[in-house]
Each structure stands twice: as structure tokens, then as C-alpha cells.
T-cell receptor
């Protein structure tokens, strides 16, 4: 199993540009999450999904959109990039049953200039 | 919702000493508590977890204790080594619940 795979690993965007951060998992996990981590800070939840077709806002959803058309994929969309969105973005998945941990991807380092 | 507090935010220890990181939580329904280690530029990785029906769990030099009554849990690292230097995050969740609630992290430095 590859686990949770995120692409790209690095990206530089100009203000106002759009992009999609990709996340896919091969563990057949029901739950998937997007977090952002600013330098020296903790994890802030952006959006999460408990299954295909279902998404919910987290703590900091403004400026982002998500979709979940399949169990495997959970892309994060930035429509109008702003400098405040410069961060490291982590995708995570979780089986959704019992006491199990989240599994994280390697992250996408995004800079908005 | 759940609120997880983590202390200290930074911790420096001499190699070979022990390190203790403490977290408190507010939701008595939380029953699963994982700990993650994040090395610089890397993803958070699970190092140990504990369920609410257990008071302590050990894995070599790492142990976690849970006090359900007081709603706090702690990570203990013994015989610290330089490679233990990282940021450690605690988290709390309800088993089968939607969300994991993370502490703000502890930056551990082990001085050789």
C-alpha cells in the first residue's frame, strides 16, 4: 500500500491564481481530511469528508473548496490564491471505525507570491 | 466541541534524560488518544496511542499514561537520543467519530 499520496510536493503560485492539491489513498478509508500547517504552528482543519459525496467544513474553510466523488480521492481547490494561504497542506485519512489513527500524506508546500 | 491543550510548547533535555509532555482534554466522550512525531519538513507519524480502557501503554522507550478522571494524558520518553528531537502532537477523538482534535505541539530538543 502506498498509503496517502499528495501531489504536488511543492508549488509556487501568483496571487489570484487557482490550483488543485491532489490527495489519494489506497487503504479504502472512509474519512479524509485536509489540514494546513503554518510555520512553527499546529494543524488546522480545513475540510473533511466522511465518505464519497459528503464533505464538511472544518476550522478554516474560507478560500478553499473540496469534493469527494470517490472513496480514494479528496482534492482541495484554491480558487483565488492569497498570500495568507502560504502554508504546508497535509491530507490525512482514517478508517472511520473503532479506535484507529489518522494516516498523513507527505504534504504540499505552497507559496503564494 | 473538544479542546486539547498541550504543554510545554518547547522542551530541551540532555541526551539520556527523560522527557514528559502533557495534554488535557475537555470532552469526557473522547476515548482515543494518539501521539504523533513530526520531524522537520516531514509528515506527522503515529508513535503511540492509547484507548480509554487502558491506563498506560509502553513501547520500548516511549510510554503514554491516561487519567480519565482528570482528563489528561502524557507522553514519556526515556533515555532520550538526538534523533528524538522533533515536534510532538497529542490528539483526542471519539472512537468512530468525525474529527481528531490536536494539541498545539511540543518542540523537543535533545542536546548531545
Amino acid at each position: 500500500n502506498a498509503g496517502v499520496t499528495q501531489t504536488p510536493k511543492f508549488r509556487i503560485l501568483k496571487i489570484g491564481q487557482s490550483m488543485t492539491l491532489q490527495c489519494t489513498q489506497d487503504m479504502n478509508h472512509n474519512y479524509m481530511y485536509w489540514y494546513r500547517q503554518d510555520p512553527g504552528m499546529g494543524l488546522k482543519l480545513i475540510y473533511y469528508s466522511v465518505g464519497a459525496g459528503i464533505t464538511d467544513k472544518g476550522e478554516v474553510p474560507n478560500g478553499y473548496n473540496v469534493s469527494r466523488s470517490t472513496t480514494e480521492d479528496f482534492p482541495l481547490r484554491l480558487e483565488l490564491a492569497a498570500p495568507s494561504q502560504t502554508s504546508v497542506y497535509f491530507c490525512a485519512s482514517y478508517k472511520g471505525a473503532g479506535d484507529q489513527p489518522q494516516h498523513f500524506g507527505d504534504g504540499t508546500r505552497l507559496s503564494i507570491l | 466541541g473538544e479542546n486539547v491543550e498541550q504543554h510545554p510548547s518547547t522542551l530541551s533535555v540532555q541526551e539520556g534524560d527523560s522527557a514528559v509532555i502533557k495534554c488535557t482534554y475537555s470532552d469526557s466522550a473522547s476515548n482515543y488518544f494518539p501521539w504523533y512525531k513530526q520531524e522537520l519538513g516531514k509528515r506527522p507519524q503515529l508513535i503511540i496511542d492509547i484507548r480509554s480502557n487502558v491506563g498506560e501503554k509502553k513501547d520500548q522507550r516511549i510510554a503514554v499514561t491516561l487519567n480519565k478522571t482528570a482528563k489528561h494524558f502524557s507522553l514519556h520518553i526515556t533515555e532520550t537520543q538526538p534523533e528524538d528531537s522533533a515536534v510532538y502532537f497529542c490528539a483526542a477523538s471519539r472512537g468512530g467519530g468525525n474529527q481528531f482534535y490536536f494539541g498545539t505541539g511540543t518542540s523537543l530538543t535533545v542536546i548531545p
